[in-house]
């Protein structure tokens, strides 16, 4: 095995570009929904004054959704291309896919064991439960939020195909659902991605597309046997990113990490005085 | 090469896509300038557009009416009492109501003050429920009734507001509340699912977040055991 090639390669360019584009255009909408959300609160008038106040903040609110539908629509197309038709359905089923399976109810009870000192720490896989509930989440999150804001975005569209009380309900389906994505997104995502010992002060997989051999070694071994078995591993080792492209992942890793806490605790200290 | 072709692949996607989008109708602002102040209502609107040609009876009058509590004859009938009994049939809603001259609207309409219309959009009442005499929802020739209510009310400032579009509930029941359960089920139940499955993940998410943390905190790297 070289020395050089100390991480193991696990997303590619394009998978890492809708992840990058993703959180662009999920911070712009949050900070524009809540500018909205909370306008008549001081720390509200401040956010939507940086997208020039209440009205062009929608604006910027709605073309940020645009995009992100366009990118969760270029994403399934691209899930469609990625599957194995020949061998469908048994093909997106395994170890290697995101599909969830029985396994991941095991693992997450065994891992609340290992947080609790009961059990040894599950041997994981490619992918953990938590990060499939991440991707899932987001997924069915995008589905729902991307619905209801495009009804509200063109009602006069939208009540053609259903009564108009259809557009109150859009409206609070779309702001619950926004506070769970913000919220799951702000606390648990950035925890477990940058805050956690383990991973303290950030990990760069998503960003660098290789998480570090040693890690994943000690937290998915099952993972790494199966490579090992299979005799795959050695293809799927890269060698580190040089200094300027990590200091690059860190700066804009913990930029959007401020920027979710910012708007956190603004939502969260201001919450009184929301007018609904 | 094959990677370049790929990424291209999508950009062009993504390029169509937006096309697509941008091609959609104008998002609508409330009170934007627009060159023609029917344009849009004819491009939507159903009907001929023209409501002083059939001022039509609304529907669902009925013509038994009791006064509950109160049993006079077999069959409770009144050709007056639908109009008398039903305050959102009258020609002046607010009649026989004492010192009206010298109360404001939200004296007793508190409810209605509180939603997106009033809180954000600053309106006022009489901006769409016109001058006194106000006459009820239901009255015939009331421009809020439900039969015109979109074209002489909502579309002063949502260009094409359509009849569908006119039943989005402006004074809005708060979804918490048990009573919307009657008034408006839909949300409600939107609602309540929603915050479900909301504090559902907060709970389970939250505790095994925090488990994780403490004992990553407590224990190195790669130490799997209990």
């Given at each position: ?25 999920f911070m712009l ?248 | ?102 109360r404001r609207c ?99 998410f939250l505790p ?19």
């Amino acid at each position: 095995m070289s020395t050089k090639k100390k991480r193991i390669k696990r997303f590619t360019v394009t998978q890492r570009l809708f992840h990058t584009l993703l959180m662009l255009s999920f911070m712009l909408l949050g900070a524009t929904g809540l500018s909205r959300l909370y306008v008549n609160t001081g720390w509200g008038k401040w956010l939507a004054g940086l997208f020039g106040g209440y009205e062009s903040a929608l604006v910027v609110h709605k073309y940020a959704g645009f995009f992100m539908i366009c990118g969760f629509i270029i994403h399934a197309l691209y899930l469609l291309t990625k599957i194995n038709w020949n061998n469908f359905p048994k093909s997106i089923v395994g170890p290697d896919s995101l599909i969830p399976r029985g396994k991941d109810i095991t693992d997450f009870f065994s891992h609340i064991g290992w947080f609790i000192g009961f059990r040894e720490l599950p041997r994981f896989d490619r992918w953990g439960y938590w990060e499939k509930f991440d991707y899932w989440a987001v997924f069915w999150g995008m589905l729902v939020i991307g619905v209801t804001g495009m009804m509200m975005a063109f009602p006069l569209v939208a009540t053609q195909y259903m009564p108009g009380w259809g557009l109150n309900v859009a409206l609070w389906v779309h702001r619950i659902e926004a506070f769970l994505a913000m919220g799951h997104i702000f606390i648990i995502h950035f925890f477990i991605a940058h805050l956690r010992r383990h991973n303290f002060p950030m990990d760069r997989t998503m960003f660098e597309g290789s998480a570090d051999l040693e890690a994943v070694k000690s937290e998915k071994p099952s993972w790494i046997d199966r490579l090992k078995s299979n005799g795959e591993l050695e293809g799927v080792l890269v060698s580190d990113a040089g200094l300027q492209q990590k200091a690059a992942f860190f700066v804009f890793g913990h930029a959007m990490v401020a920027v979710g806490l910012f708007l956190l605790i603004g939502a969260l200290v201001n919450w009184h005085s929301i007018s609904w | 090469m094959k990677r370049n072709n790929k990424i291209c692949t999508l950009i062009l996607t993504g390029l169509l896509l937006a096309a697509g989008f941008l091609s959609l109708p104008g998002t609508t602002l409330a009170q934007e300038e627009v060159a023609s102040s029917i344009m849009r209502y004819k491009q939507y609107e159903v009907s001929t557009g023209y409501y002083e040609e059939y001022e039509a009876k609304p529907q669902g009058q009925r013509p038994f009416v009791d006064i509950p509590g109160v049993r006079k004859g077999i069959f409770p009938y009144s050709q007056t009492a639908a109009g008398v009994r039903n305050p959102s049939r009258l020609a002046d809603s607010h009649q026989g109501i004492k010192f009206y001259n010298r109360r404001r609207c939200e004296d007793c309409h508190v409810e209605q003050t509180k939603d997106l219309h009033m809180v954000r959009a600053n309106l006022t009442c009489r901006q769409c429920h016109g001058k006194e005499p106000i006459a009820s929802i239901n009255h015939y020739f009331s421009p809020m009734n439900p039969i015109r209510r979109h074209a002489y009310v909502c579309s002063k400032c949502h260009e094409g507001a359509s009849a569908s579009y006119a039943g989005y509930v402006i004074h809005e029941p708060n979804p918490s509340l048990a009573g919307t359960l009657q008034t408006f089920p839909v949300l409600f139940y939107a609602f309540w699912i929603m915050i479900a499955i909301t504090v559902g993940t907060f709970v389970v998410f939250l505790p095994h977040t925090i488990l994780w943390g403490l004992r990553e905190l407590l224990f190195r790297k790669g130490d799997t055991h209990k």
